[in-house]
């Protein structure tokens, strides 16, 4: 059924531009009817989507999936370089990613909050839409529950991703070894910084917008080119400094990082230093750690590097036998510095 014949059954027409989420639109009846006819149906539908049955029925996938999930509750909604709806997309999908998969259905849950104005609900699902578009992964579930004005805080978005594993392919933070090399796609903590920026508590004016996007196609031009990968993760939440301790933790290597090779854009790396934070612990939304055996490196920054998503590719360290489960960094000053773990996080909210 088309959405324009979905919008006919479902009446009267939303006020998209003045109109506010109520609790109605989540009450099942006939307004829940209406919100998904007009808002949500004409930005993410699909045959699958349009079926509106309890669940979806899908083709098999092969031998082994791989499944992710991910809750986004960042503030502000929306903030230089995307919004809450492309971020959803994207985190998943890249989750799925990260374990060698080809991304293939997601499915979506919407937290929405009593007084929600409708035009940033459209605008954020249009967003999503478009990042599963331009994915090409489907949105083929989805879910929407409304709570009271002030039990939310406008909207939060729930994503599971489910994709292909081809066989013999493993991935995993257990199987770094000693002597590979890291490797990161791009300039690290953009994500980050420009949360901390659009929430206008610094009193800076910068210009930096997050990387959100979608790694997947980055990752199979890598996995293709270079097999014998063995942990690919992207630095999300707690950035760089805690998906490397996650690594060693789980491998059971130490990490030796070299500052003077981190890629760090100019602007991140000045409001870094004004304000006292470490471009290490900021989240990145689009780019993706790689371990590697030390002699596919050439061949894995030289494949990174051809795709518009990796030109900034650069090795940052190595893994060592010792000591194990230890993350330091060699410092532009020739120091030594430990990359622990936060104990606290010092940006909440941020994906
Ligand atoms: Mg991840």
Redesign the pocket.
Known sequence: MSAAADAARFGPALDLVQGRVTLAHGAGGRATAALIAQVFLPALGNAWLHSADDGVVLPALGERLVMATDAHVVSPLFFPGGDIGRLAVHGTL??VA?MGARPLYLSASFVLEEGLPLADLVRIVTGMGAAAQEAGVPVVCADTKVVERGKGDGVFISTTGVGALPAGRDLGGARAQAGDAVLVSGSIGRHGMAILAARGELGLALSVTSDSADLSGLVASLLDAVPTVRVL??P?RGGVAATLNEIAHQSQCGIWLDEASLPVDAAVQSACELLGLDPLNLACEGRVLVVCPAEAKAAALETLRRHPLGAGAACIGACVAEPPGVVQMRTRLGGTRLIDWLSADPLPRIC
């Open positions: 890249n989750d990260m993760r992207d999300t």
